[in-house]
């Protein structure tokens, strides 16, 4: 079992900045990969960013650029850095641990809210 919990959410004005954490506990053998989705009011949940246990990342196409995903092995935490938000960035955003051998776990969200 991994329990995830996320953190760092809050409102901010558009062209501003957030940095979200993830919190990973328990098995971590079995994670292979950690990634950050988002949910928009009456939208589906969508990839925003993800890292690999390699270092390797990859971005949804809306926040390149913008966003930085990065990881701290030693606290096993993953950072979602957010820069020149929009208020289409405002979400509730979610972190998931992805394991090799069966379905990953989900954190319970933080909300972001950009807007003026």
């Known amino acids: 079992q991994v329990q995830v919990v996320e953190s760092g959410g809050g409102l901010v004005q558009p062209g501003g900045s957030l940095r979200l954490s993830c919190a990973a506990s328990?098995?971590?053998?079995?994670?292979?990969?950690m990634a950050w989705y988002r949910q928009a009011p009456g939208k589906q949940r969508e990839l925003v960013a993800k890292?690999?246990?390699?270092?390797?990342?990859n971005y949804a196409d809306s926040v390149k650029g913008r966003f930085t995903i990065s990881r701290d092995n030693v606290k096993n935490t993953v950072y979602l850095q957010m820069n020149s938000l929009r208020p289409e960035d405002t979400a509730v955003y979610y972190c998931y641990a992805d394991r090799w051998n069966g379905p990953g776990y989900w954190g319970q969200g933080t909300q972001v809210t950009v807007s003026s």
């Open positions: 328990g098995a971590m053998n079995s994670i292979i990969r």
């Open positions: 890292i690999d246990n390699g270092g390797t990342t």
